[in-house]
């Protein structure tokens, strides 16, 4: 009977198993990587899923057709189970990116050229993965790549293409240049 019981707790532990909310602990990376104690911060894994979405959401005193009032920023990232961690992470710091854009630039950021914040927020996130020393250019050439397979995904027009937004990582994100070519 011992043994059953073990047997069953055993399975229900199996079979209760669910990935971790926060496998990454990307909380943790997010506040690294600049994200202000002031920001909501919200990471998700959805299961047996491919896409990877993220947003920053700017915070700033917000007037709906109801009511007027503060909103605080947010930062988001929902990710699929499948999406290799590299990538995810790429993801994160990208949108840690666009919250310090915000942070530099304030509202002045929204008059700006969207696809050269998207750029710019690219190089920051792929330079942030360098400080850790994760391969930064191989997570958004690997991003590119993810999302021309699941999703015949090459580009916008908000964002430019993958293969010049990974060319201009490649030229720009100088801190991994650097690393990659010390001897
Ligand atoms: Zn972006």
Known sequence: MRYLLALALA??????WAP?????????LARWAGLGPEVQFVFRV???DDAVNGYFQPGGYVCSPF???PVQPKVAVIAGRNVPEAIVLYV????????LQWREWGEAMFAMDPVALE???DVRAVEMMCARHDDGLGAISAARDWLYTHYQYEGDVLHGTMA?????ALARATACRQRAEAP
């Open 164 to 168: 010049e937004r990974v060319a201009n």
């Open 11 to 16: 399975l229900t532990l199996l079979l209760g």
């Open 119 to 121: 750029w710019d927020a």
């Open 92 to 99: 994160l710091f990208h949108e840690v990116a666009h919250y």
């Open 46 to 48: 959805d299961a047996d």
């Open 67 to 69: 009511e007027c009032g």
């Open 20 to 28: 971790p909310a926060d496998p990454l602990d990307a909380a943790a």
